[in-house]
């Protein structure tokens, strides 16, 4: 995570976006097989490497992929699905798209699916316009047959980011997409003038089931970025 935000910061305070920054970032993350993303994706229940990413702007900006194959960082998709009439592909079809945009194709190598692997990978930077920009990336959740959709595609699921505030989650994704995570704190924040870490512990606690692992990352155009979860999943922010 140190790596990933000193590439961050670098970004920024050579005058980088906050797209350019979050998503160099993720890359950092996918490329570490530490994490359940890009390089250290969890196989599927078939022995497949699929993986989900995805990026949103304060500006209104969009783009998702799931279940992508032989896409070593697929962060680097989803961006450039920002300035696309779709927002979002998915499988074969995502990777042609791929192809066709010069996207390198490449065997992601992965790892066995244990219990207790989670850790999808998200970051959240905010440039000195005060745009933010979420991204997130995962290999899916251990035990989960190929063309299972986790939290980390779905808007307001795994992200959202809207009116000055962007918020990530991840964890077991079928109860983050259940409760509409992200979009449910991003509103209860705004709307009840919570801090972020008050908005983020009240969606762990009334909306996640009691045992499920999930975490929570957030940043607002102005402050500094919160992060929570109801088991040990790091976190870290930095401001300069
Ligand atoms: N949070 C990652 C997933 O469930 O796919």
């Known amino acids: 995570m140190e790596a990933a935000i000193a590439r961050a910061a670098d970004i920024l305070e050579a005058g980088g976006s906050a ?3 979050a998503v160099e970032a993720c890359v950092i993350l996918e490329d570490d097989p530490v994490f359940n993303a890009g390089t250290g994706a969890v196989y599927r229940t078939d022995g497949s490497v699929l993986l989900d990413a995805s990026l949103q702007t304060s500006d209104g900006r969009m783009g998702f992929v799931i279940a992508m194959r032989d896409t070593p960082n697929p962060i680097r998709v989803a961006a450039d699905l920002l300035d696309e009439e779709i927002n979002g592909l998915a499988g074969d079809g995502a990777r042609t798209w791929a192809n066709s945009k010069g996207h390198p194709k490449a065997a992601v190598e992965g790892r066995p699916p244990r219990a207790g692997v989670g850790d999808t990978v998200g970051v959240i930077a905010r ?5 933010l920009a979420c991204a997130t990336s995962t290999g899916g ?4 047959p190929a063309g299972r959709v986790g939290d980390v595609p779905l808007p307001g ?17 079928e109860v983050i997409t259940r409760s509409l995570l992200s979009y449910r704190v991003h509103d ?6 919570s801090t ?29 970025g919160r992060g929570h979860s109801n088991t040990d999943m790091p976190w870290a922010a930095w401001s300069g």
């Open 19 to 21: 797209v350019e920054a």
């Open 196 to 224: 972020l870490e008050s908005a983020m512990r009240w969606g762990i606690e009334e909306l996640i089931d009691e045992g499920v692992s999930v975490g929570l990352i957030s940043l607002a155009s102005e402050g500094e």
């Open 188 to 193: 209860r924040a705004l709307s009840t003038e």
């Open 127 to 131: 440039d000195s316009t005060g745009a």
């Open 157 to 173: 699921s795994g992200f959202w980011a809207e009116h000055g505030l962007a918020v990530a989650a991840t964890g077991v994704g």
């Open 141 to 144: 959740t251990s035990y989960r």
